[in-house]
């Protein structure tokens, strides 16, 4: 029977918040109170990607839920306030807020750094790393420091050695065992870690023991040794381990283990029947977890027995892997060969680094674990081995030997339907197939569904090959294609169109396409390679039906129907007077104005008749256009380097200026960011973006595929101390390889993930050119940017451009529906209000506009007795005659006035307009919605009479249908 009454989690980390959502979940926010206490005052976040937020990722970008997750489920959050004891017999917690009486108490108070009692561990000299707060005390002992120590090997302790590195000091690692990560890796592969971390210039010293800290001479800090050697450093960061958090529970009489955490057992209670514990804070059979996964696995068992399910905590699997400071670890199950009579296997890599080992029971019958140093690619076919008892190959040792001579990787199909394939979430692989077999046909809909690879992300590559082996055993089809129109990839269209020097769309359409309109998946696509390809104007009338609202009017379509438009400020610098004439064409038009994360100005409101105005202005006061709404070249963003920092070491202005200049207007599958640091303090986030760049004494370090945004990832580094020839050779030939092999609306770091041999084949393309197309990609990159043009100028020197830039193309009148709200000195949008119920237009025929009004394949808007009528045209062909389509502009899901600004096209044959906002699609035969019966827009019926275009209300059809808000 399922729990009611009051249910309190102590505890808002990540086991904390995801015990919330497994509530949820199961639906005990119906019947129960939940109220969640956190010390810490922001929301629960991601401390698995703690170090991110050095990156200049702030708390909010680490964040674990919806803002609206809490106040959506009823649940009462308490943040910042901490619990101070726990009456059992009332049955109550207290805390500055007064005491709350519980049902259900859950403690997920996680656990506490552990920094050893060495003299002088304090102010830097006693920093820990655990959570945002002790990232912003390094931070702040970071200014004016050059060195910095971690004392700890362990894995968290690498972590923190990355930060400070990330803070552009010099990096020692002091560990007091043999080897590093001695909880995960053996010696041999602690070692080859040791080798790979010191290539990266970061001092690592084994076997030390740390006797005291002292002033220093040279620095703040002097760490001296039992062997009475010492080491100058500026700031000491501890970690040294883990305790667990069990205070609460020791105060209030729960049994506690001898050497810290809250007994439980396999229902996660504790001594008491109304207390439950999980994650760090818990022991179970004597052991607490120091990872997340089993903090879930408790979470997951509370919740199914609050919700009177049955359900047990057994253990948790340890095996781990990561990349540490771009390092590839893995450890699998018995990894150390702990198992009486177990043997083992070892590849060793010299010339790269790498170690494996492969561990076996005696009898050669099961793989027990493993341990990968230098490549993770092993990872999860081992782990499957071990996990699922799996019969080794009868030669184990190909499972760790190098691909070219090892066993092929052990194929999903061989999976058992028991197979752990989602650990964070406890997908199997028999979830999946029960998922399949409900009618799931889509790998978005399966994450979805059951939370697969939305966790750590590290079983994606799993889950997509469990997903497409199970479709095809069941006789479906796996479609690689582009859409309905095109049985090609991304990949393999780019190459058509220039292996054949195809130029529009209708000429790829005829020649490798199934014919008609195309979609609002290929066409904006095909305009995207054609654009990469040949970079001719994208206002050019055979590309206009291509793009999407925002490629068109070449400005970003905000939720009410306006846009934002966002000039060109190279490398972020620019002048005063530059700065003045933004002030006076935001004043003048009543944008709201703000400054962006990559250093330019946005102005936001700009109606669609306005933007030729606006643009003229800027365009006159040196201003060109900053690709802000393509898929392309946005900004290089800098620090201000050499030329007025005092830790600058190259002119970083004068290199982002370079880079922006020559990849500006670059169209690719995805957005481009660049940044330039001046020194490795990375005040420009280099190492977040597509393309990094960070000065050195010698020349400049090249880091790519990097990202923030809703996944974040840091770019790895590609090559080191390069002269500027270099560099901007590597680039064109990265970025240009990029877009030949890159998939749709693909990031370079989800490109770079996918790619077959990882960083290294692409530094091999890259660097090595084995694939003899350097010369090549260097020629398609100059061609792009020898054909740059300011697509805004050629706009305004045209007047049939021009044209298109009009709100109604028979009246000059703006959108009424378009308001704002004054708030903090400027304006913001108000509410989009729904469509009322207006007159329902002529009922005789009658003339809106000139055919020479309207755009081939494309949508404009007429005014008409008070309606906003959106006009489609599709000229005559071969087999049919020219068309025109009327549909009410109004969107019933934003209430802007749009639906004429959206891509027209076919969906299984039926002509149809995509909103340019949220993709719904709608008939144009009859305004029916595909995704949702209940909504229909508006039509009128719609003639062509001597170049004139008339219309007239549709039998049957006066006033408005009402639609859902």
């Not at 922001?42 to 839920?65: I, K, N, P, S």
């Not at 807020?97 to 108490?105: I, P, R």
């Not at 719904?920 to 909504?935: K, Y």
Request: hydrophobic letters at 40%; proline letters at 3%.
């Amino acid at each position: 029977m399922a729990t009611t009454g009051t249910i309190v989690i102590i505890g808002n980390g990540m086991v904390g918040h995801y015990c919330a959502e497994q509530l949820v979940m199961h639906g005990l926010h119906e019947n129960c109170a939940i109220h969640v206490f956190g010390e810490e005052l922001h929301d629960a976040y991601d401390r698995v990607h703690l170090t991110e937020y050095m990156t200049g990722q702030d708390a909010l970008a680490l964040r674990l839920h919806a803002e609206d997750f809490h106040a959506a489920h009823g649940i009462t959050l308490h943040r910042g306030v901490r619990v101070s004891s726990i009456d059992r017999q009332a049955q109550t917690v207290h805390s500055a807020e007064g005491a709350l009486q519980y049902t259900t108490l859950i403690l997920a108070t996680g656990s506490t750094p552990f920094v050893p009692p060495v003299p002088g561990n304090t102010g830097t000299a006693g920093l820990v790393y655990r959570n945002l707060e002790d990232l912003d005390l390094i931070r702040a002992a970071a200014q004016g420091a050059q060195h910095g120590t971690v004392i700890g090997g362990g894995l968290l302790g690498l972590e923190a050695a990355n930060a400070l590195r990330i803070l552009g000091l010099h990096t020692s690692v002091i560990q007091l065992g043999g080897h590093l990560m001695s909880a995960q890796l053996d010696k041999e592969g602690g070692d080859a870690l040791k080798c790979r971390i010191e290539a990266l210039g970061i001092d690592v010293r084994t076997s030390h023991a740390t006797k005291q800290i002292v002033p220093g001479q040279t620095c703040r800090h002097r760490l001296i040794f039992a062997d009475d050697t010492f080491l100058e450093t500026d700031m000491v960061v501890f970690s040294a381990g883990i305790r667990a958090q069990d205070q609460l529970g020791r105060e209030c009489g729960l049994e506690v283990e001898a050497r810290g955490g809250i007994v439980i057992d396999q229902s996660c209670r504790t001594s008491d029947p109304a207390i439950f514990a999980v994650g760090e804070c818990a022991s179970w059979q004597g052991q607490v977890f120091g990872l997340v996964a089993p903090g879930y696995a408790m979470a997951r068992t509370v919740a199914s027995i609050l919700a009177g399910e049955e359900a047990a905590f057994t253990g948790a699997d340890m095996s781990t892997k990561l990349k540490l400071q771009g390092v590839d670890v893995g450890s699998i199950g018995d990894a150390y060969g702990a198992t009486p009579g177990s043997r083992s296997y070892r590849f060793i890599g010299e010339a790269d680094g790498t170690y494996r080992r492969l561990v076996l029971s005696g009898d050669g019958t099961r793989v027990l674990g493993a341990v990968l140093v230098g490549d993770n690619s092993y990872y999860d076919t081992i782990l499957q081995y071990v996990q699922n008892a799996i019969k080794p190959p009868a030669d184990p040792a190909a499972l760790i030997l190098p691909r070219g001579e090892g066993a092929e990787l052990l194929g999903a199909d061989a999976l058992p339907d028991t197979a752990m394939v989602c650990s964070c979430h406890n997908v199997t692989k028999g979830a999946i197939c029960a998922t399949i077999d409900a009618g799931c046909t889509d790998l978005g809909e399966l994450k979805q569904t059951t939370k697969a690879s939305t966790g750590c992300g590290g079983c994606a590559a799993l889950l997509k090959s469990v997903f497409e082996t199970e479709l095809e055993s069941r006789g479906i089809t796996v479609d690689r294609s582009l859409c309905e129109h095109f049985s090609h990839t991304r990949q393999e269209l780019y190459s058509l169109v220039r292996v054949h020097g195809i130029q529009t769309f209708e000429e790829l359409m005829q020649q490798h396409g199934h014919g008609g309109l195309g979609c609002d998946i290929c066409k904006p696509a095909v305009g995207s390679i054609l654009a990469s390809a040949w970079n001719k104007p994208i206002t050019d009338p055979l590309y206009i039906p291509l793009q999407d609202t925002n490629d068109t009017f070449m400005a970003n379509m905000q939720k009410n129907g306006t846009y934002s438009v966002v000039p060109r400020i190279a490398g972020g610098e620019i002048t005063p007077d530059k700065l003045i004439v933004l002030g006076q064409v935001a004043k003048k038009y009543d944008l709201y104005t703000k400054i962006t994360g990559g250093q330019r100005i946005d102005l936001f409101g700009a109606q669609l008749h306005q933007l030729p105005e606006i643009w003229t202005e800027l365009l006159d006061a040196g201003f060109e256009t900053g690709q802000a709404y393509g898929k392309s070249t946005r900004t290089v963003k800098s620090c201000v380097g050499n030329t007025w920092c005092r830790y600058g070491v190259q002119d970083s202005v004068g290199k982002a200026l370079d880079l922006e200049n020559r990849y500006k207007g670059l169209r690719s599958p995805h957005k481009l960011k660049f940044a330039v640091s001046g020194c490795t303090r990375e005040c420009a986030e280099a190492q977040s973006k597509d393309v990094g760049v960070i000065a050195t004494e010698n020349g400049w370090n090249l880091y790519v595929c990097g990202n923030g945004g809703m996944r974040p990832r840091h770019a790895e580094l590609f090559a080191t101390d390069i002269d500027s020839e270099t560099l901007i050779k590597y680039i064109d030939r990265f970025l240009m390889f990029y877009i030949r092999t890159a998939d749709k609306l693909q990031r370079t770091s989800v490109w770079r993930e996918n790619l077959e041999g990882g960083l290294d084949y692409l530094k091999d393309v890259i660097i090595n050119d084995s694939l003899g197309i350097a010369e090549e990609l260097e020629r398609q990159m100059q061609l792009v940017v020898d054909r740059y043009h300011c697509e805004w100028r050629d706009a305004l020197s045209d007047k049939d451009k021009l044209k298109r830039f009009r709100t109604f193309v028979n009246d000059a009148r703006p959108d009424p529906n378009i308001r704002t709200v004054a708030e903090r000195d400027q304006v913001r949008p108000a509410a989009n209000l729904p469509e009322a119920g207006s007159l329902a237009g002529p009922q005789a025929w009658t003339e809106l506009c000139a055919q020479t009004d309207l755009v081939e394949k494309s949508g404009v808007v007429a005014w008409c007795e008070g309606n906003q009528v959106a006009l489609f045209y599709v000229p005559a062909t071969q087999a049919e005659p020219a068309c025109v389509y009327a549909l009410d502009n109004h969107d019933p899901f934003s209430h802007a006035n749009i639906i004429g600004r959206g891509l027209i096209g076919e969906i299984k044959g039926q002509r149809v307009v995509a909103s340019p906002l949220y993709k719904q699609h709608f008939r144009l035969e009859d305004g029916q919605c595909l995704e949702d019966a209940s909504v229909r827009l508006r039509t009128w019926d719609a003639r062509l009479v001597d170049g004139k275009v008339q219309i007239r209300v549709r039998a049957g059809q006066g006033t408005p249908e009402l639609t859902p808000a």
